[in-house]
Each structure stands twice: as structure tokens, then as C-alpha cells.
């Protein structure tokens, strides 16, 4: 890794000496090589500063609904339905489990658009056409809802002590298992909805729909994959990396469905499944031993998720013993943590999504940022997706791409929601709505408390 970051200053400092002469010959000088703006652009991608990232991956939260009202952020308090009514969004709480509809037929009718192809030109106004049950008592549009801010706090707060962006987009159009596989490979060979019944190189013959250019199903594929990840990117440059997910073949609420690299066939079958951490929150007794990989993700179980149709309610809490325990660490000032939610949930959203291919942009979801070069307290306005955070890790390292239509075009939020010339800021511990007793309770593990103290 030193050798990497060796071979990226070098190259910075010899393209800033290109630039500088180009600025000082008799072509006019451009804005952005004014004043050492190039010089700035050039170190935006925090080599030789950040040296570990986190991404935890929460679930199934527009970003209306989990930043309803958050100062300099666009939400809004009304939505339109279909009948061109606009209706006032109610408060459920975190811990209400029910049901909506996010695959791809609900995007198509929450998006209501005019556009040639179906869910093109959205106009976000169908929300109440996607199906739900069993939906919280006396709220008679279920999916024009926010999560109250009681229950919100955690996570204001993480955003005031760091970076949140407001137009941040899922890079898929439907639900989870597309969702995940995003997260680790910025595609997912055109997969659509959800696998029918259990899936992925565990199962022989496991089968997943797959999205035509018309963004109709066009038939079913293998839900056992072979292209590159992001961690076939990192091997190669020998940077170490982990995934913590719950193991496959538990419960319905496991959230085993979230654990990506199982889907990965030279992943699953081959030496990088060490990289697979179970259970999740060995994460935190990981990072308390001195243990932390230069990527990490981390995926929740159902009751940690925010996820609409999981029980508990208790991802606030979750959240906040995961970067407590970074925060609170030696790792803090080299890391920058990603906090995003994979999917929209079927919960309402205003902005409408851009449309890029056959299955992006998705709904708008949340991405928290947090690091000790994150603009403090700020309110990133830049365009994002979830390959954004693949984008960030690749310039970090130098990396190059993979070969994706997401990776190619995803922005890094690296220039804007950082600042890698800034004094490092000191962590702020983020107080949990729970105490440390729900954790030891649940995992059977007191290494949760300080984090709460």
C-alpha cells in the first residue's frame, strides 16, 4: 500500500507541474488553476490521509422519509398521489412493520412518468399505486410517511457532525438483491427483483429475473455471478478488505439476503471468502482489537435495518455502536465512513430520478459521510449514486474502474463533502436511543457497552 500511495503523489505532483506550466505559458490561465484551485483538485481524493473506509449499508428508506425536515436538505412536507391530490406525509415510527412494494413494477408506478419507457420522466406522484399491507393504523397512504424525529435523531446527528447528501439516488430501480450487488460491483449483470426463493452459488440452479432496454423482464439468468468486484480491484493492489454479514440459511429476518459476495461465484468458491466476517458486529470487537481492513462493508440483520417490513426499529442504535466504535478508535483520523440505505422502500420521495440506462437511476436514498476531513455540519447537493462510494475507494487508490456503465459515470463525493486540507477533526461520540443492554441482550456480548457510556 505504500508503494501505491508513492506512485500517487507522484503523479499529482507531476501533473500539477504540467498544469502550472500550461498556466504560465501563453494560453490564457483557467479559473480552476487559480490561486492553487489545481493543486487542490488534484489532492481531493484524500491519498496519503485516508487509509480505511467503512460502508454500512442500511435498508429501505427514501430520503424524504428518514430526513424529513433536516435544515438545507431538500424534503418536503406534502406529496402528490396519482389523483393529483396533494396529501400531508404522517409520522410512523421506525419500529412500525409492514409492507410495500419496491420492485421494479412499483418504481414504474411510483415514478407515474411520460417519458417513452416505462418509469422515464417521472413525475413521483403514484407512490399510492404501489401495493402495501398491512399498513399503519388511521395513515391512509402508507408510503406518504416520515420517520418522526424522536426516532431520526441518531442520525441528524451524524449528519450535522458530518456530511449528508440530498441528491444521492439508488443506481437500480428495485429492491435488495440488485441493491447489494451495487454495493460491491456497481452492477448486477442486469438483474431485476428478487431471486425466487433461495439463491446465489450456495444454491445450484438459483434464478433471477434480468431487465431488458425496454425495462420489461425479459426472462430469467443465474443468481450465481462471475464479474469483478471491488474487491478483485482491491487484491490486486494488495489492499485488505472485509464484508460483515450475517450467515446464509438462517431465519427470515437474518438478513442473510444482504450479503452480497455469496452471489460472487470466484468469490464464494475461492480463497477471498475468509473476507466474509460472520456474524455482523464482530466488526466492533474487530475494530477494538486493532483490527480494521482498508474497505470494510457492514450489512444489518432485520431488526438493526430500518427496513419497513422488519421489526425493531433499532437501527439508530445500530448505526451508532458502528461508528462509535471507529470514532472511538485509532483508526479515526485515516478513515472515511459511508452510511447509505440500499433502496427507497416504496416510501415517497419528490425529486425524481434521472434516467440513465435500462436500470438507473433509481428512487433518491440517503448517504451519510463521516471522517475527520468531512466537511462539518454540510449539505452535499452534487448528483450521487450508490457506485459513488466504489468511485471514491478506486480514486483513493488509484484503482482504475470496473468496467460498468454505473463506475463510469458515478461522482466521487470526494471535492465536494470533503476537505483533505483541513486540520482533522476530533470525533464526537453520536448518543444511542438505546442502551447497552439491547446489544448485550441480542448478541450475548458486553463489548457494545463503552460505546454507549
Not at 93 to 108: E, K, M, N, R, V
Request: glycine share 8%; proline share 6%.
Amino acid at each position: 500500500m505504500k508503494n501505491i500511495l508513492n506512485q500517487r503523489l507522484v503523479a499529482l505532483t507531476a501533473l500539477a507541474f504540467v498544469l502550472s506550466g500550461c498556466a504560465s505559458g501563453s494560453q490564457p490561465s483557467l479559473p480552476y488553476m487559480q490561486s492553487g484551485a489545481a493543486l487542490r483538485v488534484l489532492d481531493a481524493t484524500g491519498a496519503g490521509k485516508i487509509t480505511h473506509i467503512v460502508y454500512i449499508v442500511q435498508e429501505n428508506r427514501s430520503f424524504n422519509d428518514l430526513f424529513n425536515g433536516y435544515p438545507g436538505a431538500h424534503t418536503v412536507s406534502r406529496g402528490k398521489i396519482s389523483t393529483g391530490e396533494t396529501v400531508k406525509l404522517q409520522p410512523v415510527p421506525l419500529s412500525d412493520q409492514y409492507t410495500i412494494d419496491h420492485s421494479l413494477d412499483a418504481f414504474i408506478a411510483a415514478c407515474n412518468g411520460t417519458g417513452s419507457l416505462p418509469g422515464t420522466d417521472c413525475r413521483n406522484d403514484g407512490f399510492n399505486n404501489e401495493e402495501s399491507f398491512n399498513g399503519p393504523k388511521g395513515v391512509k397512504y402508507p408510503e406518504y410517511v416520515y420517520v418522526p424525529h424522536s426516532d431520526s435523531k441518531p442520525y441528524f446527528d451524524m449528519a450535522h457532525e458530518g456530511a449528508l447528501a440530498d441528491d444521492m439516488f439508488q443506481s437500480q430501480l428495485d429492491e435488495s438483491f440488485v441493491a447489494h450487488q451495487y454495493i460491491i460491483a456497481a452492477q448486477a449483470n442486469w438483474s431485476v427483483d428478487l431471486p425466487d426463493g433461495s439463491w446465489g452459488c450456495t444454491v445450484k440452479g438459483s434464478q433471477v429475473g434480468y431487465i431488458t432496454t425496454q425495462r420489461t423482464i425479459g426472462g430469467y439468468q443465474s443468481a450465481c455471478f462471475d464479474y469483478q468486484t471491488l474487491g478483485d480491484e482491491l487484491d490486486k493492489a494488495k489492499l485488505s478488505w472485509r464484508f460483515y454479514a450475517t450467515q446464509y440459511g438462517g431465519g427470515s429476518h437474518d438478513g442473510a439476503v444482504w450479503s452480497s459476495y455469496q452471489a460472487v461465484k470466484h468469490i464464494y468458491h475461492g480463497p477471498d471468502w475468509k473476507n466474509i466476517i460472520t456474524p455482523n458486529w464482530k466488526f466492533i470487537t474487530d475494530v477494538r482489537k486493532g483490527q480494521l481492513a482498508n474497505f470494510t462493508w457492514i450489512t444489518p440483520v432485520c431488526d438493526d435495518s430500518d427496513h419497513v417490513n422488519c421489526p425493531g426499529g433499532h437501527g439508530p442504535s445500530w448505526v451508532s455502536a458502528l461508528v462509535n466504535a471507529v470514532g472511538n478508535s485509532k483508526f479515526w483520523d485515516s478513515t472515511a465512513i459511508f452510511i447509505q440505505w440500499d433502496d427507497w422502500g416504496g416510501l415517497y420521495d419528490p425529486v425524481p430520478p434521472p434516467h440513465l440506462d435500462r436500470d438507473s437511476l433509481g428512487m433518491r436514498v440517503p448517504l451519510l459521510m463521516l471522517s475527520p476531513y468531512v466537511r462539518h455540519d454540510f449539505v452535499c447537493h452534487d448528483q450521487y449514486e450508490t457506485a459513488s462510494v466504489i468511485r471514491f475507494a478506486e480514486d483513493l487508490w488509484g484503482l482504475g474502474h470496473l468496467d460498468t456503465p454505473a463506475d463510469k459515470r458515478a461522482l466521487s463525493p470526494a471535492a465536494e463533502c470533503f476537505d483533505f486540507s483541513q486540520s482533522p477533526a476530533q470525533w464526537v461520540k453520536i448518543k444511542a436511543p438505546l442502551p447497552p443492554k439491547f446489544f448485550m441482550q441480542q448478541y450475548g456480548s458486553d463489548y457494545f457497552a463503552p460505546d454507549y457510556e
